[in-house]
């Protein structure tokens, strides 16, 4: 039997204190937030509390907020969030964070509670560009190792910035700008009569 949401909340808000910076239910989940600087002591309090044992750390990503609620979010642009799980409670509790610096977001690294963050918060450098800070070997995991930016951030380009191919002649793998030609991919149904006319592409 699952531990009940609400006293799954009651013990959290109990260990954590004022670690805490926020934490709700809603879609039968509990979510809490905790400010970066106090993120580690917060992580080893969910895992080692006797009424929480938190053991696995199932899952952590980034989030880029910009551009949320059409614009008007005005919190931190970037946040891993973290989701664990206690076998001996059966219980899941997801772990919001945000990072301080939007120009240079920074979080504490978790490898040392749980030893499966280490490829998820590599994912999340290579994918959003968060740094975290103590990971053992923080490098690109699904990028190739001369990738220019993070793909996942909102202001990434969808074509990329440039594209690489096998050059037969040099025998090698070459970058080169993107070659992709811009489609028209608005449904016709949905287009105005003058719709894009301005940018060249054709009507009907």
Known sequence: MSLPPDQLQARVEAAL????S?????FDEVTVTVPAARLAEAMARLRDDP????????????????????????????C??????????????RVRCYAPDDD?????????????????????????????????DLRRILTDYGFVGHPFRKDFPVTGYVEMRYDPDQKR?????????????????IRE????????????
């Open 17 to 20: 204190g004022e670690a805490v």
């Open 22 to 26: 926020k934490i709700v239910y809603a």
């Open 51 to 78: 009424a929480l044992r938190f053991a696995q750390l199932v899952d952590l990503c980034g989030v880029d907020w910009s551009g949320h609620g059409d614009g008007t979010w005005d919190g931190a642009r970037f």
């Open 80 to 93: 891993a969030v973290y989701h664990l799980l206690s076998l001996e409670h059966n219980a899941r509790l």
């Open 104 to 136: 240079f977001p920074l979080l504490p690294s978790v490898t040392g509670i749980w030893a499966s963050a280490n490829w998820y918060e590599r994912e999340a450098f290579d994918l959003f560009g968060i740094v975290f800070e103590g990971h053992p």
């Open 173 to 189: 793998v070459v970058y080169q700008p993107v070659t992709i030609e811009p489609r028209e991919v608005v449904p016709r149904v």
């Open 193 to 204: 009569d003058n719709y894009a006319d301005s940018e060249g592409f054709r009507k009907g």
